[in-house]
């Protein structure tokens, strides 16, 4: 099975910064990997497939790039509608995996 | 718009059966694969299972696989988890979701999600 890990799991960062999030598979899977955003209390939104199109209405300060076993999610500047917990999963036909989690909270 | 309403969680027994409902609208329902995803309190997200748009095919979670049942009907735009032989690691919010590919095999990118509904498994 294909296991996911994130990093960091928790990031502290003001308005403004870059932000940055890897995601790593323990096995090689292309581009298949979407990202998500769940705030407290909602449920999550889907903001990148395919590792790096952006859904539509997804701010395009949000980007990912990646393939094979390293992915990133970026946000060029954060703002205060972005704090919140990441996840990014694989994408599969008959078997999805989420990774752990990245919360990213107000410095 | 798109809309997925869950509903039947709530406050089971340990090795009891409760079935949960997703009520869908505002798209073709019978034209999406459907998927069940929950979150135990305070943890991370994790994929139940999966229905194909056309009800061919079905997929679990290796720790639900014979306890739960993933099914639809589409003459009523729902989706359906029947779960027997709850267990204490079952409690979560149950989210349905909708499967960004019409029409085809699922590619699981979950593009609607309902508002969750929380099943309590405790004696």
């Known amino acids: 099975d294909i296991q996911l890990t994130q990093s960091p799991s928790f990031l502290s960062a003001y308005r403004g910064d870059r932000v940055t999030i890897t995601c790593r598979a323990s096995?090689?899977?292309?581009?298949?990997l979407a990202w998500y955003q769940q705030k407290p209390g909602k449920a999550p939104q889907l903001l990148i497939s395919g590792a790096s199109t952006l859904e539509s209405g997804v701010p395009t300060r949000f980007s990912g790039s990646g393939s094979g076993t390293e992915f990133t999610l970026t946000i060029s500047s954060l703002q205060p509608d972005d704090f919140a917990t990441y996840y990014c999963q694989h994408l599969n036909t008959y078997r999805l995996t989420f990774g752990p989690g990245t919360t990213v909270e107000i410095k | 718009q798109v809309q997925l309403v869950e509903s039947g969680g709530g406050v089971v027994q340990p090795g009891k059966s409760l079935r949960l409902s997703c009520a869908a609208s505002?798209?073709?329902?019978?034209?999406?694969?459907m998927h069940w995803v929950r979150q135990a309190p305070g943890k991370g997200l994790e994929w139940v299972a999966v229905i194909y748009f056309d009800g061919s095919n079905q997929y679990y979670l290796d720790s639900v696989k014979g306890r739960f049942t993933i099914s639809r009907d589409d003459s009523k735009n729902t989706l359906y988890l029947q779960m027997n032989s709850l267990r204490a690691e079952d409690t979560a919010v149950y989210y349905c979701?909708?499967?960004?590919?019409?029409?085809?095999?699922?590619?699981?990118?979950?593009?609607?999600w309902g508002q969750g509904t929380l099943v309590t498994v405790s004696s």
């Open positions: 505002g798209f073709t329902f019978s034209n999406y694969g």
């Open positions: 979701a909708r499967d960004s590919m019409a029409e085809y095999i699922p590619t699981g990118a979950l593009d609607y």
């Open positions: 096995q090689g899977i292309s581009n298949y």
